[in-house]
């Protein structure tokens, strides 16, 4: 009998008609299908519909995955040997997951697995159930120790990266995690030394000599890290990050020139986009420091057309050179739009309050300076210029507080902040707590000589003329073209009757063009 072709065919799908499905038959197809038929009581179901779950990716090999733990064996089974053909990361994973391990090294491939996973915890109980069951191999212990590394436990990292280098004292890879965990809690020195042991151990390991170039930035030993930075370039000439910590190295040090070679062989090799950019504004604040304002800002549009993640400090860096090559309107634009990218970024508030201040409105800055150490309460250079505004502002009261908290925050030059606290004091008349911060000033620079001079001045109010010429004449020691000191030891002078002094004084001051 020929066949009717209104009526369905074995495998076609019903979608309509009055009659239900049958128990565990296929209605609707898909992934949805699958999970229906996974979910049948029966056996037989479940496993043909593991097969099929293989035809839709990721999701289909997940179910697969989950079929571990299926009530039925013969279910598992069938789940075992369709992963065991898949070479997904995830399906080898989840086989060796699955497998109660029989010795130490099976316990370790697990645990390595379990921490490929995510599972920091529990890669960590196979790891130590391995160095339980045999605790003379050293990759157990660094194993482990990597995990606590992870889960930011670097105490128990350092001592299990330590017990490895006890089993094994040549194994380099414990002393450069050691290192690394060192230099992650500041331990520079130490550090330090677990590099160069590494390198001992492996002298062509680039990462170890980028690792102590930065331990030896740290510890202010420039031309050391320049040093181990060339031989990790030397070693591989493709790593990037130490071309750039050359190049800061030498910033620092003041080989710009040199710097500028580096970021630009980053930028020319095309590393990828945000070490690109950061080059760009490394290099583009090298150029505004040599006073080339026009490539600082080329440099910064380059940066900013890379659109990598730091673009309000890119900003702002244009903003500060379009302000010293005078486009004051550029440069709070450029401020305004840091700002705006980061509300938080409190940088941006204290250079768009130095703008405000140049430019005489110093309420504004203050609302800036406010801002900005609201973000950042240990902002040194937010307290002082918002110490400068008051103090243009005549509020001497708390311009003391504000260079006060500066001195308190233990700067690293502390001298023109007791100083600037003197001029507040001095303007107040408080001679006595004046000559203090002067004095502070000179103890910590003897060469400054308008501390000395401003000292002389409190001295002379108090009509001590003596130390006041004493001051006066260290000042013109230090400064022989400094008129204010000639013109006011010429007062002194007179003040002591000593007429022909005082004559020489103020003769000096017309010849220097006072």
């Given at each position: 009998?020929?066949?009717?072709?209104?009526?369905?065919?074995?495998?076609?799908?019903?979608l309509?008609?009055?009659?239900?499905?049958?128990?565990?038959?296929?209605?609707?197809g898909?992934?949805?299908?699958?999970?229906r038929?996974?979910?049948?009581?029966?056996?037989?179901v479940?496993?043909?519909?593991?097969?099929?779950?293989l035809?839709?990716?990721?999701?289909?090999?997940?179910?697969?995955?989950?079929?571990?733990?299926?009530?039925?064996t013969?279910?598992?089974?069938?789940?075992?040997?369709?992963?065991?053909?898949r070479k997904?990361?995830k399906?080898?994973?989840a086989?060796?997951l699955?497998?109660?391990?029989?010795?130490?090294?099976?316990?370790?491939?697990?645990?390595?697995?379990?921490?490929?996973?995510?599972?920091?915890?529990?890669?960590?109980?196979?790891?130590?159930?391995?160095?339980?069951?045999y605790?003379?191999?050293?990759?157990?212990?660094?194993?482990?120790?990597?995990?606590?590394?992870?889960?930011?436990?670097?105490?128990?990292?350092?001592?299990?990266?330590?017990k490895a280098?006890?089993?094994?004292?040549k194994?380099?890879?414990?002393?450069?995690?050691?290192?690394?965990?060192?230099q992650?809690?500041?331990?520079?020195?130490?550090?330090?030394?677990?590099?160069?042991?590494?390198?001992?151990?492996?002298?062509?390991?680039?990462?170890?000599?980028?690792?102590?170039?930065?331990?030896s930035?740290e510890?202010?030993?420039?031309?050391?890290?320049?040093?181990?930075?060339?031989?990790?370039?030397?070693?591989?000439?493709?790593?990037?990050?130490?071309?750039?910590g050359?190049?800061?190295?030498?910033?620092?040090?003041?080989n710009?020139?040199?710097a500028?070679e580096?970021?630009?062989?980053?930028?020319?090799?095309?590393?990828?986009?945000?070490?690109?950019?950061?080059a760009?504004?490394?290099?583009?604040a090298?150029?505004?420091?040599?006073e080339?304002?026009?490539?600082a800002?080329?440099d910064?549009?380059?940066?900013?057309?890379?659109?990598?993640?730091?673009l309000e400090?890119?900003?702002?860096?244009?903003?500060?050179?379009?302000?010293?090559?005078g486009?004051?309107?550029?440069?709070?634009?450029?401020?305004?739009?840091?700002?705006?990218?980061?509300p938080?970024y409190y940088?941006a508030?204290?250079?768009r309050?130095?703008?405000?201040?140049?430019?005489?409105?110093?309420?504004?800055?203050?609302?800036?300076f406010?801002?900005?150490i609201?973000?950042?309460?240990?902002?040194?250079?937010?307290y002082?210029?918002?110490?400068?505004?008051?103090?243009?502002?005549?509020d001497?009261?708390?311009?003391?507080?504000?260079?006060?908290?500066?001195?308190?925050?233990?700067?690293?030059?502390?001298e023109?902040?007791?100083?600037?606290?003197?001029?507040c004091?001095?303007?107040q008349?408080?001679?006595?707590?004046?000559?203090?911060?002067?004095?502070?000033?000179?103890?910590?620079?003897?060469?400054?000589?308008n501390?000395?001079?401003?000292?002389?001045?409190?001295y002379?109010?108090?009509?001590?003329?003596?130390?006041?010429?004493?001051?006066?004449?260290?000042a013109?020691?230090?400064?022989?073209?400094?008129?204010?000191?000639?013109?006011a030891?010429?007062?002194?002078?007179?003040?002591?009757?000593?007429?022909?002094?005082?004559?020489?004084d103020?003769?000096?001051?017309?010849?220097?063009?006072?």
């Open positions: 009998m020929p066949e009717n072709p209104q009526e369905p065919r074995e495998y076609d799908a019903v309509g008609g009055e009659n239900p499905p049958l128990p565990d038959s296929v209605v609707l898909g992934i949805e299908g699958v999970k038929r996974l979910a049948s009581k029966v056996v037989e479940r496993i043909a519909a593991l097969q099929d779950a035809n839709y990716g990721d999701a289909g090999l997940d179910l697969v995955i989950e079929a571990l733990q299926d009530e039925s013969q279910v598992k089974s069938a789940a075992i040997r369709l992963l065991r053909d997904e990361l399906a080898q994973l086989l060796l699955r497998l109660k391990p029989a010795n130490p090294k099976g316990y370790n491939q697990r645990g390595l697995a379990r921490q490929r996973l995510g599972d920091l915890q529990g890669a960590i109980d196979d790891f130590t159930i391995a160095i339980a069951r605790h003379r191999n050293p990759d157990y212990y660094c194993n482990r120790g990597l995990c606590y590394q992870q889960l930011g436990d670097i105490q128990e990292a350092i001592s299990d990266f330590t280098t006890r089993v094994n004292r194994y380099y890879d414990a002393y450069f995690y050691r290192g690394i965990c060192l992650s809690i500041s331990s520079f020195e130490i550090a330090k030394n677990n590099f160069l042991y590494a390198i001992s151990l492996k002298p062509d390991s680039a990462i170890a000599h980028y690792n102590c170039g930065l331990c930035y510890l202010k030993r420039y031309n050391y890290a320049i040093h181990h930075y060339s031989n990790a370039i030397k070693i591989d000439p493709t790593y990037p990050h130490s071309y750039m050359r190049a800061q190295t030498n910033t620092t040090l003041g710009y020139q040199e500028i580096d970021y630009s062989f980053i930028i020319r090799v095309n590393y990828y986009k945000s070490l690109k950019a950061l760009y504004n490394y290099r583009g090298i150029y505004d420091s040599l080339n304002y026009q490539q800002i080329a910064a549009n380059k940066a900013i057309e890379l659109k990598h993640n730091n400090w890119t900003y702002e860096n244009r903003g500060i050179s379009r302000y010293k090559l486009d004051v309107q550029g440069a709070l634009a450029d401020l305004n739009q840091a700002i705006a990218i980061n938080n940088r508030y204290n250079s309050g130095f703008v405000k201040s140049a430019m005489g409105n110093h309420q504004e800055a203050i609302k800036d406010n801002r900005a609201a973000l950042n309460q240990s902002y040194l250079d937010a002082n210029n918002r110490g400068i505004s008051r103090t243009k502002l005549e001497f009261i708390g311009a003391i507080a504000d260079f006060s908290q500066i001195i308190n925050l233990n700067p690293p030059s502390p023109n902040h007791y100083y600037n606290r003197g001029i004091h001095l303007s008349k408080d001679y006595i707590n004046a000559i203090k911060d002067f004095s502070q000033t000179i103890d910590i620079n003897p060469n400054y000589f501390a000395y001079h401003n000292r002389g001045c409190c002379f109010e108090l009509k001590d003329y003596p130390a006041a010429i004493n001051d006066f004449s260290r013109i020691k230090i400064n022989p073209q400094y008129i204010p000191a000639y013109s030891r010429g007062n002194a002078y007179i003040a002591l009757g000593e007429i022909t002094k005082a004559e020489f103020f003769k000096k001051v017309k010849e220097l063009g006072g």
